[in-house]
């Protein structure tokens, strides 16, 4: 990958994960002009290549919101993604269209996946109720211990790894200018507007700037202007990959406690933990033994299964768990689009679509609302 060095640019992205290079393509097809990523390391490598990929909103949710919205929204945009991603770049990125299951094996599961069941189909949601019977007909591989299940369709997975490079060359083929290894130290603001960022490597004059940096997003300050007053988080989660040939599973199989993501390769994904445990990337034996013990839960053939990897990713939180989205009034040119959490993947073409339109056409959708960087309020000058 070439590293460019510019000094202008109409646009400037900050963070090459997910969301960063999903936003930096849409505004390349908007015709945006001149389109600079910064990436302070190499493009996909935190939050975004640690992720399971799994683009489930409806194994996730408790209830219809604004947010529930979003994501399953985004969930109908991955079909055209996935398939101009591949035209683009010739890169398929293993959309898998089994979808997902949901185990249960105690009482309390069993009340949690009906409660799950009657508001969805209330909601015209497509799920289906599985015995254990049933579940077991479809996968065989999972636990004798299963109470019953439900099976959710649409909610699918994405090779997540796959996606990061084609996303890096859809840019490339746009014409996006890639700056890797280039830490973004401030923006540079004068009377409410912005008037670039302070690299290091220098200067780049920018009317726009949109924020994708992920956990890191706190990092920056502003010069001369007040950023809104929220503190993004890392949050820490543990990832463990199994070889798995033959395969364990067809679906994605979630626990009221745990996960597994069979891969097309035969690599198997098993997570996660929720720790906030700063800037730490460690894997640890707490983590490896939780995961561990509910993969087990959900199929004990796994114990059999060669342990080929393990890593940690930092989730980027926001106080109140929803993403940062859209421009910030009180500056202007200056774009969030972070605080993804557990859900960056899955919401990376609509993040992408919307910053876009807010950056390129000054619209700002409905399906921003809740989730305005103003909704936070602004602390003292910087
Ligand atoms: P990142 O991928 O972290 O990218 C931010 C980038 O910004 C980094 O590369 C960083 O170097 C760069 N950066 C930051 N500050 C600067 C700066 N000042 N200058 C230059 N560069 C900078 N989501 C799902 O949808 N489905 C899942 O199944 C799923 N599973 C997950 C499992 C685990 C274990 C983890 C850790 C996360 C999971 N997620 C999942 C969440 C998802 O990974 C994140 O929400 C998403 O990756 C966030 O993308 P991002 O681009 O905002 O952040």
Redesign the pocket.
Known sequence: MVTHSINTADVVV???????LSVARALALRGAGTIAL????HP?????S??????APQAEADCVDDFFDLACQSRTLYRSFASSLLEETGIDVELDNSGTLYLAFTEEDEKEISRRYEWQTRAGLPVERLTAEDARLIEPGISENVRAALRFPLDVQVENRRLLSALVEANQQHSVLLMTG???ESLRVQRNKLEGIETSRGFISSRNVVI??????S??KASDKALPDFRIEPVR???LCFDSNPRVSRHVIYSPRGYVVPRINGRLLS??TTEFAGFDKSVTAFGVHSILTRALEISTLISKLPLIDLW?????HAPDNLPVLGPYKEIEGLFYA?G????????APITGELIAEAVCEGIVSPLLASFAPERFTPIGVN
Do not use: K
């Open positions: 900050i963070g090459g994960g997910v969301i960063g910064i990436e302070r390391s996909g490598s935190e939050a975004s640690a992720a399971a990929g799994i683009l280039t830490n973004v994708a940096g992920g956990a890191w997003t990092f920056l989660g543990q990832m997570g996660s940690a990713g930092l989730r980027p972070t993804h959490y557990r859900n960056g993947i899955l919401l």
